[in-house]
């Protein structure tokens, strides 16, 4: 795994490099990082100093700590303000993420201040000064979507250990209490959305597995690593095994119901660090060797799969960007770039280790268990060769965000890969300086869904917002009634529905009634892989690298475009798109073999 670590740094970091601009003879763009999918400079791309520096240490080669120094420069004349804050982007004034810019610009002065001149120390620990003092005063962080302050928490303890100011860690202290108390039944992490305590309709919490992953538990765990509060400590360990849960065989997470799925990218989350080094951390202080080996085996797989998702030094947005031909937006690059310059610290301040070691076989379940998870009315289903997710969570963060309506949101076979994987119901740029447009492909929603049409307005099975659930041995079955985006339903009709998901060792079989509308079953699918129908047996079988995935039906299948493959950003995946027509009492059947 250092090896790892080692190279994707080196890898990552010569891109960012690459893409840095100099000698333009323009303040405002000399020292930024030119993003080439969206033909800007990224207002966080200052991310990138502290990896700089880590391949500076490790190197000895000063052009790294003057691409620092440039990109640290390129901040200060264009999104940082005279109340100490940084801004967003060029066009966006939001300030929140001035407690990023503090934490990397901390952790440059505390492992390598000994690589700067004087003038440079100077400039930095002044820089920082303005930022801890703004963030002291920032309230507006407090009320904000949890990753925000507990965050600021870390980003203060780091500021007073830095400038020696112990009201900046009494701040920190203070905004870690506030969050003791976010953590659900079943140990996930709450308030990915505000109000943070608000509870839906139906009971959901707003919770969302890429931000506590990748973001808000690992900076709590290391704060409270910082701080000493060993109390903090247990209970950010004791969530990041809890998520353990929705980590996927090849190192991807299921956010499929997470309330910010709209940055969900299937390593993670598009503009937080990664939860590699969270996952270190934990192992670390675990005593129980068995979970503490779990912990050490999530961070190896998800920076193999970290590696695997780059191309051409930059790591894409989800798995089959490249397939689809997407641009790389390189923000992705930069953020996660951090965790692995953290990790190269943290081991060398000895918090951590990744030395190559045995890991721990995979423990597989014997039989189908599924598993409630009712503070986001999602049913986890593990069998012995696959996962897969059931949501009715109905916690809306935005419009069109994730699916809900008693979705089989998530589908991963552990030979085969995602097979479902339900993204966006519907894409929009919720955060445009963090999000993308696709380019050159049949962008469309990748979830399973019973969909109709009535009048020019779209019904789905996506949209419910009250579906009524129920598990039975190894059946999960649904209820409910097709809604427009707004939870609306039709005027003329109510459009009802019910599905049935049957799941054994090897195979789910869908069955679904509706009076109208047809099955939508978007299979994931790469364009690489071959794709064979046969007609005479009304059946699809697509050959994967290591298996292949058959689909049957109960229903006339169509291939609306035939085998070209449909794509959508979020979370990065081609599908093969399959529709099912009832032909007999308005009631179909499809079989997944896997």
């Known amino acids: 795994m250092k090896e790892l670590c080692n190279n994707l740094l080196e890898e990552w970091s010569e891109s960012l490099l690459r893409l840095q601009i100099r000698n333009a003879g323009e303040k405002r763009l000399d020292g930024g990082i030119l993003c080439p999918a969206c033909g800007r400079i990224h207002g966080r791309c200052a991310d990138a100093m502290y990896p700089f520096l880590v391949m500076a240490e490790k190197t000895r080669e000063r052009k790294w700590v003057e691409a620092a120094k440039a990109v640290f420069l390129w901040t200060e004349h264009t999104v940082s303000k005279e109340d100490g804050s940084i801004q967003n982007d060029i066009d966006s004034d939001w300030k929140g993420i001035t407690v990023f810019y503090a934490i990397q610009l901390a952790d440059c002065l505390k492992y390598h201040e000994s690589l700067l001149d004087d003038d440079t120390k100077r400039l930095w620990r002044e820089r920082l000064k303005k930022a801890a003092e703004f963030l002291y005063s920032f309230d507006e962080l407090s009320d904000n979507n949890i990753n925000y302050p507990v965050s600021n928490a870390l980003a203060m303890f780091l500021c007073g250990d830095i400038l020696a100011e112990e009201r900046y860690k009494e701040k920190g202290r203070a905004l870690s209490a506030a969050v003791k108390c976010a953590a659900t039944e079943n140990d996930l992490l709450e308030g990915e959305g505000v109000p943070r305590g608000r509870k839906s309709k139906m009971g959901c919490s707003a919770v969302d597995i890429g931000y506590n992953v990748e973001e808000t538990l690992p900076a709590l765990l ?163 060769l696959f996962n897969a997710s059931v949501t009715a969570c109905d916690w809306e963060y935005m419009p069109g965000g994730h699916v809900s309506g008693g979705t089989l949101s998530m589908l991963s076979h552990r030979r085969s890969g995602p097979v479902l994987c339900a993204g966006m119901a519907d894409y929009s740029l919720k955060e445009p300086d963090n999000m993308q447009l696709p380019v050159g492909c049949i962008h469309e929603c990748l979830a399973f869904r019973i969909e109709t049409t009535v009048n020019g307005e779209r019904y789905s099975s996506i949209y419910e917002d009250s579906a009524k659930v129920q598990v039975s041995g190894r059946t999960i079955r649904v209820w409910g009634c097709m809604k427009d985006m707004a939870h609306c339903l039709c005027p003329d009709r109510k459009l009802p529905y019910w599905i049935e998901y049957e799941f054994d060792k090897q195979r789910i079989r869908i069955r679904a009634g509706f009076e109208e509308g047809i099955m939508i079953c978007p299979v994931i699918s790469s364009s690489g892989e071959t794709v064979i129908r046969e007609e005479d047996l009304n059946r699809i079988e697509i050959i994967k690298p290591e298996s292949s995935v058959r689909i049957t039906a109960d229903g006339r299948m169509d291939l609306p475009y035939g085998t070209e493959r449909i794509f959508n950003l979020i979370p990065g995946f081609q599908a093969l798109k399959i529709c099912i027509i009832p032909q007999r009492e308005n009631e179909v059947a499809i079989d997944l073999n896997l």
């Open 222 to 384: 290391r704060y409270a690593l910082i701080s000493r509060e060993k109390d903090t400590a247990f209970l950010a360990k004791k969530g990041l095994e809890a998520h353990l849960d929705f980590m996927l065989n090849d190192g991807g997470w299921d956010n499929s119901f997470g309330t910010r799925n709209y940055k969900w990218s299937y390593w993670g989350s598009r503009t937080s660090d990664g939860c590699a080094l969270g996952y270190l951390m934990a192992a670390a202080l675990e005593e129980n060797t068995e979970k503490a080996a779990d912990c050490t085996e999530a961070a190896r797989k998800n920076l193999e799969l970290l590696k695997r998702c780059t191309k051409d030094g930059l790591l894409m947005g989800g798995p089959h960007y490249g397939n689809a031909g997407q641009p790389i937006c390189v923000h992705h690059t930069f953020t996660h770039a951090k965790v692995l310059a953290g990790i190269a610290d943290q081991e060398t301040e000895g918090w951590i280790k990744t030395e190559d070691r045995t890991f721990r076989q995979e423990r597989e379940e014997q039989e189908v268990v599924i598993r409630s998870y009712s503070e986001v009315r999602t049913w986890k289903v593990t069998a012995p």
